[in-house]
C-alpha cells in the first residue's frame, strides 16, 4: 500500500517571500501520479500542481513549482511571491497508474499548514 | 462548466436518523469518487464509480454506509443509523479518467451528528 507522508503540520512565511513544503511517499511502483491540493479555510479542496512520474521535468504553474526526486520519493512544493490569498492546508497526494481497483484511487497525506503574514 | 455540486452544504441531525448526501458530477465526467475528512483520519476514500458502477467499496467503514448512482449526474451516500463517530466533513469528487485526469471536488457537506 501506498503511504504519503507531509513532516511539517504547519508553515509561515511573510508575504511576497518563498516558502517549500515538503511531501515523501512509499511505493514500489514505477508509474503514479502526484498531485498537490490546496484547502482554504472555505473547505474547497483545490488542484494546485500535478507531476506524472514518468516526466523528468518538473512541473510549474505560475507560481507554484514542485522540485520531483523520484529516487529519493520526494515530492516539495515551493510556492514564490507568496500571497494572503496562498493561506490554506495544503495536502499533497498520489495516485497508481498501476492497473485493477487502485488505479485512480489518491492517497493524501496529512496535510500542512500554511500562513501568509502581511 | 459547473463544477461538482454537492448538498446539503451543512447537516446537523440526532443520533439514529437517516442521513442522505447528495452530488452531481461534472457533466463528462465518467468517475466520481466519495470521501470523508476528520482530524484523527484526514482525507479517506470511501467509494467510487465507474460509469455509475461502483469499482472499490473497500473505505466504506460500516453496513451502516451505503452508496448508489443511478445515473450519470447523481449520486449519494446514505449512513442510517448516524451515529456521532459519522461527523465529518464528506467530499464528492469527479474526474475523466480515473488516474491521469486530477479530481474535482465539490465543497463538501459538513454532517454533525449530535
Known amino acids: 500500500a501506498q503511504t504519503v507522508t507531509q513532516s511539517q503540520p504547519e508553515m509561515s512565511v511573510q508575504e511576497a517571500e518563498t516558502v517549500t513544503l515538503s511531501c515523501t511517499y512509499d511505493?514500489?511502483?514505477?508509474?503514479?501520479?502526484l498531485f498537490w491540493y490546496k484547502q482554504p479555510p472555505s473547505r474547497q479542496m483545490i488542484l494546485v500542481i500535478r507531476?506524472?512520474?514518468?516526466?523528468?521535468q518538473n512541473a510549474t504553474e505560475n507560481r507554484f513549482s514542485v522540485n520531483f526526486q523520484k529516487a529519493a520519493k520526494s515530492f516539495s512544493l515551493k510556492i514564490s511571491d507568496s500571497q494572503l490569498g496562498d493561506t490554506a492546508m495544503y495536502f499533497c497526494?498520489?495516485?497508481?497508474?498501476?492497473?485493477?481497483?487502485?488505479?485512480?484511487?489518491?492517497?493524501f497525506g496529512q496535510g500542512t499548514i500554511l500562513t501568509v503574514h502581511p | 462548466d459547473a463544477g461538482v455540486i454537492q448538498s446539503p452544504r451543512h447537516e446537523v441531525t440526532e443520533m439514529g436518523q437517516e442521513v442522505t448526501l447528495r452530488c452531481k458530477p461534472i457533466?463528462?465526467?465518467?468517475?466520481l469518487f466519495w470521501y470523508r475528512q476528520t482530524m484523527m483520519r484526514g482525507l479517506e476514500l470511501l467509494i467510487y464509480?465507474?460509469?455509475?458502477?461502483?469499482?472499490?467499496d473497500s473505505g466504506m467503514p460500516e453496513d451502516r454506509f451505503s452508496a448508489k448512482m443511478p445515473n450519470a449526474s447523481f449520486s449519494t451516500l446514505k449512513i442510517q443509523p448516524s451515529e456521532p463517530r459519522d461527523s465529518a466533513v464528506y467530499f464528492c469528487?469527479?474526474?475523466?479518467?480515473?488516474?491521469?485526469?486530477?479530481?474535482?471536488f465539490g465543497d463538501g457537506t459538513r454532517l454533525s451528528i449530535l
Open positions: 457533466s463528462g465526467h465518467d468517475y
Open positions: 497526494a498520489f495516485t497508481s497508474r498501476a492497473g485493477g481497483t487502485s488505479y485512480g484511487k489518491l492517497t
Open positions: 507531476q506524472e512520474a514518468y516526466k523528468q
Open positions: 464509480f465507474n460509469n455509475n458502477v461502483p469499482i472499490d
Open positions: 469528487a469527479s474526474s475523466r479518467d480515473r488516474g491521469s485526469q486530477p479530481q474535482h
Open positions: 511505493t514500489s511502483e514505477n508509474n503514479y501520479y
